[in-house]
């Protein structure tokens, strides 16, 4: 792949700046590594651009984006053509973030800014990407190409010998002339004069310049005659979402086309074309896929370009990928699905992109609705790794272990005896069903016939050999294609022997010590296998045979296990033996000479019991150690050893962990997922087979400790403690955060003390009962589930030593004034001090230290509390706060008063009365209540019904007048004091009372003119035009005056509207109102009211416009 070729930028306005644009934000220096400014691309060519930031004092991870233009995010646009990738090194905290543009097309040109964020800090860096055609470098001699060798007609279109000849004849010497660059010439040129200049310049191949000089011409922009305003450069949008393109053209009344990649675009419910005044919008409901691409508004000749870019929601992986422990030759089948059906998906084996090859079937691509599939057919050595699956919005990764494949032999070939004419049969079974093989006899192949037959039914392999003849007997073989691996077997074959023997013969058991027997008198069967015992019997006359199991005979003839008797033979038969029929088995043979016994112990093997207690005991990052239990039956054979698999919880798909049997009870799997939940399983291996899997252990998860704290940091010392404070680790995976264990030890000691008997959830705390003046280190490790991180430790000791601190009162600001209280409520202040040591609070009254039964004080290592239940007037006065610390003291005094309501005013009286009203004076009360008197409700009742009605209410004066008294009635008053806390509980009564003498009086009616009220209609508030959207009722109104009441008459364009039941007239009190139902377009005009009356005629008018609906989201 190409590197980016950095060249010079040339200088000019349009140059970009160096740092990244200007912003409100000051940009900070956060990248280590930076593209190139300027980079020159070969179309078709890979460009990769690097930039590195460095961590060490950021806070939290920092976002990259890299941004084409202003604003258009790639992110969206990630896939094959645009690919992004990052790493992060733990030991050096750097970031390393990579953009690759694969196969670099002219439309990739332009500006291009990446951007990292983190919290508060930021850095952007601008570069630029210049495309130029694959072939473009030998533009400068080119000409030379096109160029004929001679005059001749029959050369040819081209003549290309002119580049290869070594040498040419000079020709003489000419004038020299300037040289003209035609390229320039044909750039500037009109297309009429082409075929002129290269008549003059001697170019034949016209047509294959121009499309060169098509590539090579820069169009400049130039003034639009028809468009006011363009189409913007580039447009996004969401995939499902409605997209706007607007343009403003110069004639409003011009018609323009849509195309969509050259194509017209027609009107539809998709894309909606609407023109209003100069503005022509095209909007696109739903975007999909398939609209982005490029868009054009034609105007005659003229056209505006644009580029909409229709980015995809982010597509999320629902169901991960499993991992898989497979052989060679086995098929693999990674399936994921994701968050919505057709969305993109990238497989990937390690860091390549695996893509569909006609060529090859190694890998296939399944997509069934959400369900993606990644198929290998046949797995070999080469494809070990991890596959990963991408979307534009998640990731996946599963692991493929592979595996040469071992066979395993579950049952092996057993020797045989078999007399002639009987059949005998060679059986083994091997751990693979697909496995083929071929027999052998003394090392020759055996060929099937009439008498010898081969069978393979899945993992069983059998030889039957009917009818045997004594040339039959001989070392059986059988091979495994594909496997350096035999099995062998002998067949005996018993010749039967007729002996004379005298009538009285006493009988005799001959028992056949090969074959099944492991010792003379044992029996091996495997579970499920045939036992057939043929013993040889001799005797005269024919003795009786009798089985017994224990003192159990066994008669049977027919059935599982049965007895069959034939001519000096007796058999004893067991179909698929089970484990309750091992024991001791006793035949006896009688007849008149005698009787003959022989004991045989039969013993089952089976494969065993599963293994118990599966369990995990403990987990690292990717790792756990599993344990179990021995099954408790062996199946009668030792155990060789067991063999593990895990999966995901979740997932029906087992992965197996070893093929070798591991001989241990305990195994620790590795290569797992932090943070996936797994479960195990556990099988048990004797010589007979694998035992069904043990239940699954309970899931478990993969986590490791979190990295150490950050920043510890000494927070405050004294002669005894010292206060720690630090933030949570940068990273804490899978396992979450339990706590922090704090530790410290004396300079120079190797022994670290706990400070901490419980785990500390905050991110601070105090070390308490440090020796004083020794220096102490300290650390902190944060704490899970996975055990303890590594420690952050303090860069240096710490000297327990109190540090002096003068005292210092922070009084806060509403207690710099008088605090005020009613009496009976609660006083509670808080004064918050500094200082160090501890200060010595000491409070004050008025001077005198303060009484501990009438105030509660209680004071901390920052701050004092003054408390008082229930306030009263005594606790009223000056309080000091007094703050020492050795020789050095601080004061704060506080102002607090308690009051209580009022006592009544003093001296009520009447002092004069006149017509309807009295004159009232009284004197301030002797107890203001401890606050300022802010007024005075005063309150009169008539002698004769006693009731008291309020006259003035907060009365700041000490007198008053009360008016509108009756005449006739003699009237009492009451005075209440009023200050913060409210009236005073008692009024205080007039001494006197007053009465309202009566008077003659004589009614003098003014003479009553009649006002002419005559006047011509006249509108004091006329129609103002209106501009209302068509299908909405609306309403023109005005007010008029005149008397007599004028006649009204409404017109439209000068016609007067008539009864139409569309119109509604209304005039209320001088009020007129047009209410017109549902206008339409053809509503619009001008509307006129007209008043008459006897005296003359007034007239308003207005305009009404009616527009067409518009939805807003258009615009």
Not at 147 to 166: Q, V
Not at 215 to 225: A, F, G, Q
Not at 289 to 296: I, K, P, S, V
Not at 665 to 673: D, F
Request: glycine share 6%.
């Amino acid at each position: 792949m190409p590197e980016p070729v950095p060249e010079a930028k040339p200088a000019g306005d349009d140059a970009p700046p160096a740092n990244g644009e200007s912003g409100s934000t000051e940009l900070t220096g956060l990248f280590l590594e930076k593209p190139p400014d300027y980079v020159v691309a070969v179309a078709g060519s890979d460009v990769t651009f690097t930039a590195r930031v460095d961590s060490t004092t950021l806070t939290r991870k920092p976002v990259m984006k890299w941004l084409k233009g202003k604003w258009l995010d790639l992110g969206s646009k990630a896939g094959k053509h645009f690919q992004f990738k990052e790493a992060y090194d733990r030991n050096t905290k750097i970031y390393t973030y990579e953009m690759k543009i694969v196969k670099v097309v002219v439309g990739d040109a332009g500006g291009y800014r990446c951007e990292v964020t983190a919290k508060d800090k930021c850095d952007s860096s601008i570069f630029e990407i210049c495309v130029e055609a694959a072939q473009q470098e030998q533009q400068a001699d080119i000409l030379s190409a096109f160029k004929r060798a001679d005059a001749g007609e029959d050369d040819g279109d081209l003549d290309f010998s002119a580049l290869l000849k070594a040498t040419k004849k000079k020709k003489k010497a000419q004038e020299e002339k300037p040289e003209i660059d035609v390229w320039e010439l044909l750039k500037s040129a009109h297309p009429s004069e082409y075929e002129k200049i290269a008549f003059e310049y001697g170019i034949t191949d016209l047509r294959g310049m121009l499309k060169r000089l098509k590539k090579m011409k820069t169009v400049e922009p130039k003034h639009s005659e028809a468009f006011l305003k363009k189409l913007e450069s580039c447009y996004s949008v969401e995939k499902g979402k409605k997209i706007v393109l607007t343009c403003e053209v110069v004639d409003p009344n011009v018609p323009v086309k849509w195309l969509k990649n050259g194509q017209e675009i027609k009107p539809s419910a998709k894309y909606i074309m609407e023109a209003n005044g100069n503005l022509r919008t095209l909007t696109i409901n739903k975007a999909s896929l398939a609209d982005d691409a490029a868009y054009e508004c034609v105007v005659g000749e003229d056209k505006s370009f644009t580029e909409v870019f229709v980015k995809e929601p982010p597509v999320t992986i629902t169901k991960l990928m499993d991992d898989y422990h497979v052989v060679v030759g086995e098929r693999v089948e990674f399936e994921i699905e994701v968050s919505e059906e057709g969305a993109h998906v990238m497989w990937f084996f390690e860091d390549i992109e695996l893509h569909k090859d006609k060529d090859s079937t190694k890998y296939r691509f399944k997509k069934d609705g959400k369900k993606h599939t990644l198929i290998i057919q046949e797995a070999t050595l080469d494809d070990i790794g991890m596959y990963h699956a991408w979307t534009n919005g998640g990731h996946t990764k599963g692991e493929v272990e592979v595996e040469e494949k071992e066979l395993e032999v579950l049952q092996d070939i057993a020797d045989l005896t078999v007399r002639a004419t009987d059949q005998a049969m060679f059986k083994c079974e091997v751990s693979d069903d697909k496995v083929t093989g071929k027999w052998y006899k003394d090392g020759v192949e055996v060929l099937p016939s009439e008498r010898i037959k081969m069978t393979h039914i899945g993992r069983f392999h059998r030889l039957l050999i009917d009818n045997v003849k004594p040339e039959d007997a001989g070392d059986y073989t059988f091979v495994p294609d594909g496997y350096a691996l035999s099995l062998s077997a002998k067949l005996n074959f018993l010749e039967i022997k007729i002996d004379y023997v005298p009538r009285q013969d006493p009988p005799k058991i001959h028992l056949d010590t090969s074959g099944n027997m492991v010792s003379q008198n044992t029996i091996i069967v495997v579970a499920g296998n045939k036992l057939r015992l043929d013993v040889e019997i001799s005797g005269e006359p024919a003795p009786t045979v009798v089985w017994s199991k224990g003192d159990k005979p066994i008669t049977d003839t027919e059935g599982r296990v049965r007895v069959e008797s034939k001519k000096d033979l007796s058999c004893f038969v067991i179909e698929g033996a089970e484990r309750e029929d091992e024991g001791n088995y006793t035949i006896c043979v009688t007849n008149p000479a005698g009787e003959d016994k022989a004991v045989l112990f039969v013993k089952i093997v089976d494969v065993p019991d599963p293994p118990e207690h599966v369990k995990c005991t403990s987990v690292g990052e990717d790792c756990g150690t599993i344990v179990w239990e021995p099954p408790k039956f062996d199946g009668g054979a030792p155990i060789k050893g067991y063999l593990m698999e895990r999966k995901k919880k979740g997932s029906s798909r087992w992965t197996k962990l070893n093929f070798d049997v591991y001989e241990s009870t305990t195994y620790e799997a590795k290569r797992m997922i932090e943070g996936v939940l797994y479960e195990m399983r556990v099988f048990a291996v004797n010589s007979i087979g694998m035992s069904p899997p043990s239940l699954n252990s309970k899931p478990f998860m993969p986590i490791a400790p979190t990295s150490e704290p950050m920043r510890l940091t000494v927070h405050d010392v004294t002669d005894s403690t010292c206060s720690l404070k630090w933030l949570a680790p940068e990273r804490i995976g899978a396992g979450g955060l339990d706590g922090y264990l704090i530790e410290y030890c004396k300079e120079g000691d190797t022994e670290w003390v706990a400070a901490n008997t419980e785990l500390c959830e905050r991110q601070g705390f105090v070390v308490r009962n440090l020796p004083v003046g020794e220096k102490i280190n300290f650390r902190v490790m944060a704490v899970n589930i996975a055990g303890s991180s590594t420690p952050a430790i303090l860069s240096q000791p710490v000297t327990i030593r109190e540090i002096v601190e003068h005292p210092k009162i922070r009084l806060p600001r509403d207690l710099r004034t008088k605090f005020i209280r009613k009496v009976g409520e609660k006083v509670n202040l808080t004064i918050p001090f500094q200082g160090k040591p501890r200060p010595v609070a000491t409070w004050y009254k008025d001077g005198q230290p303060l009484d501990p039964k009438m105030v509660n004080v209680r004071n901390s290592n920052t701050d004092s509390i003054l408390f008082i239940r229930s306030a009263e007037r005594d606790h009223s006065g000056k309080y000091e706060l007094v703050l020492q610390i050795e020789n050095m003291e601080d004061r704060a005094s506080i102002d607090i008063r308690i009051i209580d309501k009022p006592g009544p005013p003093l001296n009520v009286r009447v002092t004069e009365a006149w017509g309807f009203n009295a004159a009232l004076e009284w004197e301030p009360p002797k107890d203001d209540g401890n606050s300022e008197i802010t007024g005075y409700t005063i309150q009169k009742a008539d002698m004769k019904t006693k009731e008291w009605y309020t006259v003035y209410e907060h009365n700041r004066r000490t007198h008053c007048t009360a008016s509108d008294l009756i005449m006739g009635n003699e009237y009492m008053f009451r005075i209440y004091s009023e200050n913060l806390c409210g009236l005073s509980d008692e009024p205080k009564l007039s001494k006197n009372t007053v009465i309202i003498n009566k008077t003659d009086l004589e009614l003098k009616p003014t003479p009553f003119k009649e006002k002419d009220m005559a006047c011509m209609p006249k509108f004091t508030q006329p129609l103002v035009d209106r501009s209302v959207v068509a299908g909405y009722s609306t309403a023109i109104s005005c007010a008029v005056k005149g008397f007599p009441k004028p006649k009204i008459v409404w017109m439209k364009n000068r016609m007067i509207i008539a009864e139409n039941p569309k119109y509604l007239m209304q005039n209320n009190q001088g009020v007129l109102t047009l209410n017109i139902r549902k206008p339409s377009t053809f509503d619009g005009g001008k509307y006129s009211c007209m008043a008459v009356n006897d005296l003359g005629k007034d007239e308003v008018e207005c305009k009404l416009d009616v527009r067409v609906a518009t939805d807003p989201d258009k615009k």
